[in-house]
């Protein structure tokens, strides 16, 4: 949403905006299942080989959800005040990324589904990494951005091995 909104400071209030509701909104279900209530579970079709959509919040994802979104709320309200990152489309795009992180970073740990739990991890480390290398004009940003992208994928290649030793 932040996209559409590029002009101006309105791209920051959105990105902004949008990570804080999308946080409230998320930390109701983890506060609930911290509380005493049951799990939380969603269930959905996909059409991927050997993967199903299935995520769960029991009560330790609960409490990393707690975590996850607690800060990703505090570091947006944080980041939109913070020496204008960017406005125009650099600002919007940033906003974007931070609010992929914040949403794969959730499915990291809500994912009941090796599959799905690859994809998100996948899914935060191209969104980090695009954080990492926002100011690509700067060398030891490009620098940072290339050691950040060979260290996740070496531990991602771990955890494949990792998960297929498991299924074996």
């Known amino acids: 949403m932040s996209w559409i909104f590029s002009r101006g400071g309105a791209g920051t209030r959105a990105g902004a905006g949008g990570a804080v509701v999308g946080c409230a909104l998320g ?4 506060v609930r299942v911290l ?17 199903s959509f299935s ?12 975590a996850i979104y607690g800060l990703s709320a505090l570091a947006a309200v944080y980041g939109a005040g913070y020496g204008r990152v960017g406005a125009g489309r650099r600002g919007a795009a940033a906003w974007l990324a931070f609010n992929l992180l914040v949403a794969s970073m959730a499915l990291v740990v809500a994912a009941r ?3 799905l739990f690859l994809a998100a991890w ?19 940003a490009r620098r940072a951005g290339r050691l950040y992208l060979v260290a996740a ?6 955890l494949l091995v990792f998960f297929l030793g498991l299924a074996g």
Not at 27 to 30: E, F, G, H, R
Request: charge should be negative.
């Open 27 to 30: 930390l109701v279900p983890a």
């Open 55 to 66: 995520l769960e919040i029991d009560a330790l994802s609960a409490f990393f959800l707690t």
């Open 122 to 140: 996948e899914m935060m480390t191209i969104a980090s990494w695009f954080l990492v290398t926002l100011r690509h004009d700067r060398a030891e």
């Open 113 to 115: 589904n090796g599959v």
């Open 35 to 51: 509380l005493g209530h049951p799990s939380e579970s969603l269930r959905l079709p996909w059409s991927l080989p050997l993967a």
């Open 153 to 158: 994928h070496v531990g991602t290649a771990f």
